[in-house]
């Protein structure tokens, strides 16, 4: 709710994809909290239901539907059973550390499939609505790594280097239609999926940050909300550095 005791996203219908962990369930926590009716979308059933399960009733509300965003007919079944969207964050991610020189092809196929395939297609299938109504954002969440030298990433760091590229690019081509896309970068995040991926690395690159530490999901999820809601009104196709101070050092 804002200062003005309005509920920031009321009668928004939104779609977080990767909504049933980490920094995407802090986020449909809060699109919930400020009226939003939202799905979130994730591969495994029992992970997302009882996630949803997780996020207090009201003012919004939320359902989960199974999505595997590597398969392009996953894709098209999710774009066609939560759409039609107001706001649609690109948020699930394949994450995992490899040196270059290790890196497997199947590996480096389900970065690519997951984090560019898999959000390029699920926009193209959902802007339509959006262009159609004049109205929309999108939040494309991507890594400070997109945008400095952190080994073991290469692989990943490229992919949210495209979707930042895409964020440019669909702000060109939607803003004139009244569709908004932003970026969110997040620095070394406390989640489960980091932790399994890259362990103590995380709390490593958190220490080197300016603000010396490592962020909480929900510190993340705001800057998602900020840009997804018309406080951003007049905000497109910029990146919210979320890092920590990673960026301007
Ligand atoms: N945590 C960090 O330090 C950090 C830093 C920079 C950027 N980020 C970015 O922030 C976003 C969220 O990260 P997180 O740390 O919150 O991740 P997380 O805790 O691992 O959660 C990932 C979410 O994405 C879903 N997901 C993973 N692969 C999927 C696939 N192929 N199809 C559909 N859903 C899939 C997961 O559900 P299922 O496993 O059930 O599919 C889960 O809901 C990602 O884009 C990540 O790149 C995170």
Same mark, same amino acid.
Do not use: C, H
């Given at each position: ?46 992970? +997302?239901?009882?996630? =949803? ?18 398969? /392009?007919?996953?894709?098209?079944? /999710? &774009?066609?059973? $939560? ?13 995992? !550390? ?5 890196? %497997?092809?199947?590996? *480096? ?22 262009? $159609? ?7 494309? !969440?991507?890594?400070?790594?997109? %945008? ?5 990433? %290469?692989?990943?760091? &490229?992919?949210? =280097?495209?979707?930042?590229? *895409? ?35 995380? $709390? ?10 490592? $962020? ?9 909300? *900020?840009? &997804? %809601? ?6 497109? +196709? ?5 890092? +920590? ?5």
């Amino acid at each position: 709710m804002n200062t003005l005791g309005t509920l920031e996203l009321k009668d928004q219908v939104a779609l977080i994809t990767g909504g049933t962990a980490g920094i995407g369930l802090e986020a449909a926590k809060l699109f919930v909290r400020e009226g939003a009716t939202v799905v979130i979308s994730g591969r495994n059933t029992e992970r +997302g239901k009882a996630a =949803a399960a997780s996020i207090p009733e009201g003012p919004g509300s939320v359902r989960f539907i199974a999505a595997d965003l590597a398969d /392009l007919e996953s894709v098209g079944e /999710l &774009a066609e059973q $939560a759409g039609p969207v107001d706001i649609l964050v690109n948020n699930a991610s394949a994450l995992p !550390v490899a040196a270059t020189v290790e890196q %497997s092809v199947a590996g *480096f196929e389900q970065l690519f499939d997951t984090n560019v395939r898999g959000p390029y297609f699920l926009t193209a299938s959902l802007v339509p609505a959006m262009l $159609a109504k004049g109205s929309g954002s999108i939040v494309n !969440v991507t890594t400070m790594a997109a %945008s400095m030298g952190v080994p073991g990433s %290469s692989g990943y760091a &490229a992919t949210k =280097a495209a979707l930042g590229s *895409f964020t440019r690019t669909w702000a060109a081509e939607f803003g004139p239609s009244g569709v908004r896309v932003n970026s969110v970068s997040p620095g070394p995040t406390i989640t489960e999926g980091v932790l399994v991926e890259w362990g103590d690395g995380v $709390a490593e690159l958190g220490k080197g940050l300016p603000l010396r530490r490592t $962020a909480e999901p929900l510190e993340i999820a705001e800057a998602i909300l *900020f840009l &997804a %809601s018309p406080r951003s009104s007049f905000v497109t +196709g910029a990146t919210l550095a979320a890092d +920590g101070g990673a960026t301007a050092v």
